[in-house]
């Protein structure tokens, strides 16, 4: 689960499938591809909805693994990501992380509330695919150069908190 205090990094979130993941274990302790057991790219289960902001104004559920084999992906999104300064950071984030987010995301589940008016937006998303192991090495290792663009990175468990003040 991550908390995200600012709308840039939620749509970058969303749009880049940012490194945080809320892993789940499986009953034999494993941490599992979707995390629910084998059955990846299930984007709006029960549980992440519960983990989701009551009061949210906006909620948003990516099976990413699906989507990613839909023709209007691959005709629209695809390029886009294969291209120029998307292509750049993914290429970095492989680098820097040892993880393919294109390929290791299965789904993300989204809830924003103050996304109406001047304030700042709240969020919560909950990734699921990436081993937590890699995902956490990964933020720890990015840490300090979250820190230079204003974003304050904490983690315990599963749980992730990215805070950005700027307006």
């Given amino acids: 689960m991550v908390r995200i205090r600012h709308a840039w990094l939620v749509v970058a979130l969303g749009v880049a499938l940012a490194p945080v993941a809320a892993c789940k274990k499986d009953s034999s302790g494993g941490d599992t ?21 009551r009061d949210s104004e906006v909620v948003l559920g990516i099976n990413v693994a699906q989507v990613q084999q839909s023709a209007l ?3 629209f999104v695809e390029p ?27 789904s993300v589940s ?18 699921h695919g990436m081993e937590k192991s890699k995902a956490m090495a990964c933020l720890d290792a990015m840490k300090d150069e979250m820190a230079k663009d204003g974003t304050e990175l904490s983690h315990e468990g599963d749980v992730v908190l990215l805070k950005n003040d700027k307006s």
């Fill in 73 to 75: 992906w691959k005709q």
């Fill in 110 to 127: 989204l809830g924003m509330k103050g996304t109406g008016g001047g304030g700042k937006p709240d969020g919560v998303a909950v990734v």
């Fill in 80 to 106: 886009k990501l294969m291209s120029g300064d998307a292509l750049s950071k993914i290429t970095e984030f492989k680098t820097k992380c040892g993880i393919d987010p294109m390929s290791a995301v299965k």
């Fill in 33 to 53: 591809a979707g995390g629910k057991g084998g059955k990846s790219g299930n984007a709006a289960s029960d549980e992440d909805l519960a983990l989701l902001p």
